[in-house]
């Protein structure tokens, strides 16, 4: 189970991380309706960029705000000493499964909008976009069985046995199960082969020759804001490793949503610029001339 439920969290531990997944659905939302509004700029060979990302972002903020349900319902306050605590205590349990099966829908579809923003078709269009596919769930799926095993408790102990509660107290003596390191390893694999094959389509001199001084720049700028977002997905499974702590817990789920944020939201508003850019290059009119209408 996932080390957050074996954590009594003090008030401002409990509600930086309600108010984190709050502004994560927030910012899907907010980009669902920059890329309904923004799509006419785009002429309708790369406008499915703009289609993809609203996918994203719809998909994105039903899952943040299931978290934020999911995360209100399960800690619920207690009070020891006059001081009021967050534990979870009831029969529900929060889940951080909830984002892979969000991420199973988001990250072959974010890969996508390269392959689509580049213009390529035929045999070139379709390897990229398989591999993308199978080789991102592969790497969510196996993320995702080693999740459960984060926190294996060696040594319970029941809330209402304890003389003191304090903030951030962990319920048990806690350790990550083998089978933990072992997905975490087969994952890390998978994640590997994606970021080959963003840097070969994204970057490929052949793919880049056909854009703009200016949209190859921003074509390079979207392979690397991708690469380095996804780095902190890293730093949040790892985080049980670390410290199995309230502080560590903070730090997951923040890492979690910015990640979300700038890899979704920021990624797909930079792509979509690099299809206007295109757009304009061709001689796409319509976006222009509504603007100056």
Same mark, same amino acid.
């Given at each position: ?61 039903? =899952?943040? $705000?299931?978290?934020?349900? *999911?995360?209100? #319902?399960?800690? /619920?306050?207690?009070?020891?000493? +006059?001081?009021? !605590? ?71 102990? =029941?809330? $209402?046995?304890?003389?003191? *509660?304090?903030? #951030?107290?962990? /319920?048990?003596?806690?350790?990550? +199960?083998?089978? !933990? ?90 792509? +979509? ?21």
């Amino acid at each position: 189970m996932v080390m957050e439920n074996y954590i009594v969290f003090s008030p401002w531990a409990f509600f930086v991380i309600a108010h984190v997944l709050s502004l994560g659905a927030a910012a899907m939302f907010a980009g669902l309706l920059y890329f309904i509004v923004t799509a006419k700029q785009i002429s309708p060979r790369y406008r499915i960029a703009n289609w993809l990302g609203a996918v994203v972002m719809v998909s994105a903020a039903l =899952e943040l $705000g299931v978290q934020y349900i *999911v995360w209100k #319902g399960t800690f /619920l306050p207690i009070v020891v000493g +006059g001081e009021t !605590f967050f534990a979870a205590i009831g029969n529900q349990r929060f889940s951080n499964g909830y984002r892979y099966v969000n991420w199973s829908i988001d990250v072959p579809v974010l890969l996508m909008q390269i392959v689509v923003v580049l213009g390529l078709v035929g045999r070139k269009f379709w390897s990229p976009v398989i591999q993308f596919t199978l080789a991102g769930l592969l790497m969510i799926y196996t993320g995702y069985v080693g999740q459960f095993f984060e926190a294996v408790v060696t040594n319970s102990v =029941e809330i $209402g046995s304890l003389a003191q *509660v304090t903030g #951030g107290l962990v /319920l048990g003596d806690i350790s990550q +199960g083998s089978l !933990f390191w072992i997905m975490f390893f087969v994952s890390c694999a998978f994640y590997a082969w994606i970021l080959y094959l963003v840097v070969a389509v994204g970057l490929n001199k052949d793919n880049l020759a056909k854009l703009t001084p200016e949209a190859q720049w921003w074509m390079k700028a979207v392979v690397f804001t991708l690469i380095g977002s996804w780095m902190l997905y890293l730093v949040g499974y790892l985080m049980p490793a670390v410290s199995v702590s309230q502080e560590s817990a903070v730090i997951r789920q923040t890492a979690y949503t910015i990640a979300d944020i700038v890899s979704k939201v920021i990624y797909g508003i930079m792509i +979509g610029y690099v299809a206007v850019l295109r757009s304009n290059a061709e001689g796409y009119q319509e976006g222009r001339v509504e603007h100056v209408g």
